[in-house]
Antibody
């Protein structure tokens, strides 16, 4: 059974940092391209980052609104993908999902609230 | 970025009847490999999005064949025939042709 489990969310003040983890199982993680997608409180979906596999040099890509602030990474030995979020803004408040295989598999999501 | 525009915002359907949701992209989603990279997702209340249709017209595993997808290079339709109570939720179209992936604003399906 495929599982993706996000952890690390919570309430954080503007300007602070948070690191999300997506632990996976049930599929060949090492060859999967992994993505983070977030959903605003208004229910809008926004893709924010992708990391390719080793054969593609772990290439990363980001949506413009998070470039320079967020970093996606992965650890194939732990079948996990991460999202380091720095300089958080109130507009980063959302539920964050990891997903793979063109959105075939999704985690349950983790809430991040940025507020003073 | 490619803009995905969905309509309607909401639809109310009598169980057993059909429903259609439209989605338009600001750019052709037809790749040179012949695949059209539009995807449909359903987010049931309190759940994560789930894939319904991939590459415009292919039914994802485990999805009832009451769901179907069709379209052209920029105009797409999700049809749900014989709507059931379990179909309630928010439907999203998305383009996965290029980064950033972008999604429509969602269509909320409710039962009458």
């Amino acid at each position: 059974e495929v599982q993706l489990v996000e952890t690390g969310g919570g309430l954080v003040q503007p300007g602070k940092s948070l690191k999300l983890t997506c632990a996976t199982s049930g599929f060949t993680f090492s060859t999967a391209w992994m993505h983070w997608v977030r959903q605003s409180p208004e229910k809008r979906l926004e893709w924010i980052a992708r990391i390719k596999d080793k054969s593609n040099n772990y290439a990363t890509d980001y949506v413009e609104s998070v470039k320079g602030r967020f970093t996606i990474s992965r650890d194939d030995s732990k079948s996990s993908v991460y999202l380091q979020m720095n300089s958080l803004k109130e507009e980063d408040t959302a539920t964050y999902y990891c997903t793979t295989y063109y959105g075939y598999y999704w985690g349950q999501g983790v809430m991040v609230t940025v507020s003073s | 970025d490619i803009v995905m525009t969905q309509a309607p915002l909401s639809v109310s359907v009598t169980p057993g009847e059909s429903a259609s949701i439209s989605c338009r992209s600001s750019k052709s989603l037809l790749h040179s490999n012949g695949i059209t990279y539009v995807y449909w997702y359903l987010q049931k209340p309190g759940k994560s999005p789930q894939l319904l249709i991939y590459r415009m017209s292919n039914l994802a595993s485990g999805v009832p064949d009451r769901f179907s997808g069709s379209g052209s290079e920029t105009d797409f339709t999700l049809k749900i025939s014989r709507v059931e109570a379990e179909d309630v939720g928010i439907y999203y179209c998305g383009q996965l042709l290029e980064n950033p992936w972008t999604f429509g604003g969602g269509t909320k399906l409710e039962l009458k």
